[in-house]
């Protein structure tokens, strides 16, 4: 468990596996515990690394050096002509934020070719992004949705069927150890344990990797892992916005982080997102109306 952290004005959240997948950690001025799994040595490391009352800038997007082939094009306004120039520029931007490989680029393109829709194939992609699924169930969410499914539930199903992500522990030192590797950051502990929980390899052989110089691109991408991201994002919210939203919904402070990290990675309204747990809704169910909206 994590030691209360005396840090004042903003609260910084890494997401790790992008939708609270490997938990939460928050370093707050309040005197609480969130519910952390790593140990306590993580929390020091990462506490250290986390900077104060800095802005988080959003990547510019230019989707005007994004060139694709003509039959891919072509792929995508054959499948729906009325609203081909609004999918080409939502797969374009896709491509760019999520810097997505080559090799997984031609497994969405074949998606195209393949008849299924664009909307479909993009929602699928983003939500196994957010969620280190691997490339080769991008068809199969896109089947069940096309079975007549909801996302809501084909999120849920998914969800059921994977076992759930548990934070290592490591032994006294062990940290420290890794972290004389150059190179070596608290983001790509992490993300090494996502991994090794996700795709069976050894934390030690993919930490490896990393000090050889690969990159999380290139070891994801021959692992068949969608997150091909370095870096875990990070997410800022005050302590007032915490308390206020407790104060006026009732629900738990671990509750109102979770949502109000949930709406900035969804790039949602705080206060919206907040309502919908408070209603009922669970992460599936918000995630799956949110990807619904931005590419419908």
Do not use: C
């Amino acid at each position: 468990m994590y030691k209360s952290k005396h840090i004042k004005a903003i609260v910084f959240v890494l997401l790790i596996a992008g939708m609270l997948q490997a938990g939460i950690m928050v370093y707050s001025g309040a005197e609480s515990q969130i519910n952390g799994r790593y140990s306590q040595e993580t929390s020091e490391i990462n506490a250290q690394s986390a900077a104060l009352e800095v802005e988080i800038p959003k990547k510019e997007i230019d989707i005007n050096k994004v060139v694709l082939k003509k039959e891919v094009e072509d792929a995508i306004t054959n499948l729906d002509a009325a609203n081909a120039a609004r999918n080409i520029t939502n797969y374009k931007t896709l491509l760019l934020e999520l810097e997505i490989p080559l090799s997984f680029q031609t497994e969405i393109e074949d998606m195209y070719i393949n008849g299924h829709k664009v909307q479909d194939v993009l929602v699928a992609y983003e939500y196994l992004y957010n969620d280190y699924g691997n490339i080769a169930e991008l068809e199969v969410l896109i089947k069940q949705k096309e079975s007549g499914k909801a996302w809501e539930t084909v999120f849920k199903e998914y969800k059921r069927g994977m076992p759930e992500f548990i934070p290592g522990n490591f032994e006294a030192g062990k940290l420290e150890e890794i972290f004389k590797i150059p190179g070596i950051t608290p983001d790509d502990v992490i993300i090494a344990d996502r991994i090794t929980q996700q795709s069976g390899m050894e934390f030690d052989e993919l930490v490896a990797m990393r000090g050889q110089g690969l990159d999380w691109k290139t070891i994801n991408e021959g692992l068949g892992i969608v997150n091909t991201s370095g870096e875990l994002p990070r997410v800022a919210i005050t302590n007032a916005q915490v308390k206020n939203y407790i104060k006026s919904t009732g629900l738990s402070e671990e509750r109102v982080i979770e949502a109000l990290v949930l709406a900035q990675k969804l790039d949602k309204d705080g206060k919206a997102v907040v309502d919908k747990v408070k209603a009922g809704n669970t992460e599936e169910d918000i995630i799956a109306q949110s990807l619904e909206e931005k590419y419908r």
